[in-house]
């Protein structure tokens, strides 16, 4: 690798980087000023919206987000114009949303008074949340299949600036003792607009690239692809993404049902939490690298995708040792530092987390590259079979939380096992095979 192509791989990461450090940091400054400005009925709701627009954000649009990436970096790869498959994923997106739109008002008897505890407002938020992460989804993933990263961390920390700002205004006037109609729900209202900020702020970089403002004519004519396969691969991809989010989140949740102490309860979700930091900075990856294994993979060469894969593995594999290395020796002193007094895991306990999140690193570049491959089908699998492990694990005859540890271990280990071996043998010296018989989908 020439320092040329160093530097730009390194700029292109300090992007997206950067946009998701904002965003994430703005996650967790809105639920912390919301703890400490709003009662516990309106602080329920507001953790509520939180929860729902990044189960429905990050987690079901991120399958649009990612297929368009795919289609698009193969597609200019190849030589081919982009835009017909950019309009199809649209249109694709825009299906989506309807189908959530449907589901959120027909859930609305139950959603409204029980989990908005009667406000409107966020019920609103969270339809505008739901059509901006429709857009954005297309919009980022058209930015990241061009290598625009400086747009595409624009677009995400646009997105987390306008949540920042509002946390520090709120956590301002709350300071300063001054009250405002209705700031629960104008608080979760910002909250739910700020992809469409986003969306708003970068429209004019996406209907440029639309208009064949991004070298389109240095590419043959582009063609709609069959509507059926995309359908097949996001589908796929969504279930992917469903399953993981299931199986990050799962195990506090099955410990908090299953154990009598609030003390244990609390502590064990602090460690899960403390342990998840390194995936949170690690969260852009596959952005980031989704586009150049795409590219890599539409030209049959084998050699060009393990060239890429390679280096982004050994960096997992350095900061993961790190990682591993600092919660073994500090994890329950960071942990009080974080939490205060109540944080009594031990470092062994943050260790076998830490692990896990190791593991979830490297399926953050493992995945992309079977997705670049086409392998949809392997994916989703891979993370079913995860998830079978992991709800097998609490049958074991151990306390809630020793079972907890060992199902995100065994879960982690079994994912990355299946995804691994699949990759590894796709990825034998000797080649590609073709995209019509290596694909579980038809090439873009």
Same mark, same amino acid.
């Given at each position: 690798m020439t320092w040329a192509r160093l530097r730009a791989l390194l700029g292109s990461a300090a992007s997206v980087g950067a946009g998701y450090l904002v965003l994430g940091g703005a996650g967790y400054l809105f639920l912390a000023v919301a703890s400490r400005t709003f009662d516990e009925t309106a602080y329920s709701a507001l953790t509520s919206v939180y929860l729902l627009v990044n189960i429905i954000g990050p987690?079901?649009?991120? $399958?649009?987000?990612?297929?368009?990436?795919?289609?698009?970096?193969?597609?200019?790869?190849?030589?081919?114009?982009?835009?017909?498959?950019?309009?199809? @994923?649209?249109?694709?997106?825009?299906?989506?949303?309807?189908?959530?739109?449907?589901?959120?008002?027909?859930?609305?008897?139950?959603?409204?008074?029980?989990?908005?505890?009667?406000?409107?407002?966020?019920?609103?938020?969270?339809?505008?949340?739901? $059509?901006?992460?429709?857009?954005?989804?297309?919009?980022?993933?058209?930015?990241?299949?061009?290598?625009?990263?400086?747009?595409?961390?624009?677009?995400?920390?646009?997105?987390?600036?306008?949540? @920042?700002?509002?946390?520090?205004?709120?956590?301002? @006037? $709350?300071?300063?003792?001054?009250?405002?109609?209705?700031?629960?729900?104008?608080?979760? @209202?910002?909250?739910?607009?700020?992809? $469409?900020?986003?969306?708003?702020l970068t429209a004019r970089w996406f209907t440029s690239d639309l208009?064949?403002?991004?070298?389109?004519?240095?590419?043959?004519?582009?063609?709609?692809?069959?509507?059926g396969p995309l359908i097949r691969s996001t589908g796929l991809l969504t279930v992917a993404w469903g399953l993981s989010l299931a199986i990050a989140n799962a195990a506090p949740v099955v410990v908090s049902a299953l154990s009598t102490d609030d003390a244990v309860i609390a502590a064990f979700a602090s460690a899960v939490v403390l342990a998840r930091i390194p995936l949170f900075v690690f969260q852009g990856a596959q952005?980031?690298?989704?586009?150049?294994?795409?590219?890599?993979?539409?030209?049959?060469?084998?050699?060009?995708?393990?060239?890429?894969?390679?280096?982004?593995?050994?960096?997992?594999?350095?900061?993961?040792?790190?990682?591993?290395?600092?919660?073994?020796?500090?994890?329950h002193w960071l942990g009080r530092i974080a939490f205060g007094p109540t944080f009594t895991s031990s470092n062994a306990l943050v260790t076998a987390l830490m692990v896990g999140t190791v593991a979830g690193m490297a399926v953050q570049i493992v995945q992309p590259a079977l997705l670049a491959l086409g392998r949809h089908r392997w994916v989703a699998g891979g993370w079913v079979i995860g998830l079978i492990v992991f709800a097998a694990s609490f049958l074991l005859p151990f306390e809630p939380v020793t079972d907890a540890v060992i199902a995100q271990l065994a879960s982690a280990a079994a994912t990355i096992g299946v995804l691994g071996v699949v990759l590894f043998r796709a990825l034998r010296p000797t080649g590609i095979p073709q995209p019509q018989e290596f694909s579980d989908v038809q090439p873009a």
């Open positions: 987690g079901l649009f991120a $399958a649009v987000e990612q297929e368009t990436s795919r289609n698009v970096s193969t597609r200019l790869a190849r030589g081919e114009d982009p835009r017909p498959v950019v309009r199809q @994923l649209g249109m694709l997106s825009a299906g989506l949303f309807a189908g959530i739109a449907v589901i959120t008002l027909a859930l609305t008897p139950v959603l409204l008074p029980d989990v908005l505890h009667g406000n409107v407002v966020l019920l609103v938020g969270l339809l505008i949340a739901s $059509a901006s992460y429709a857009v954005v989804s297309v919009t980022r993933g058209n930015f990241g299949g061009r290598h625009a990263f400086g747009r595409y961390g624009t677009s995400v920390g646009t997105e987390g600036t306008v949540r @920042l700002v509002a946390g520090v205004v709120l956590a301002v @006037l $709350a300071l300063a003792g001054a009250a405002v109609a209705g700031a629960s729900s104008l608080y979760g @209202l910002v909250f739910c607009v700020a992809p $469409a900020v986003a969306v708003a208009r064949g403002g991004r070298s389109v004519a240095d590419v043959g004519p582009g063609v709609a692809a069959p509507i952005s980031l690298v989704l586009p150049s294994f795409a590219r890599a993979a539409a030209t049959a060469d084998s050699g060009a995708l393990r060239r890429a894969v390679r280096p982004a593995l050994l960096l997992v594999a350095a900061v993961g040792a790190l990682a591993i290395l600092v919660s073994a020796v500090l994890g």
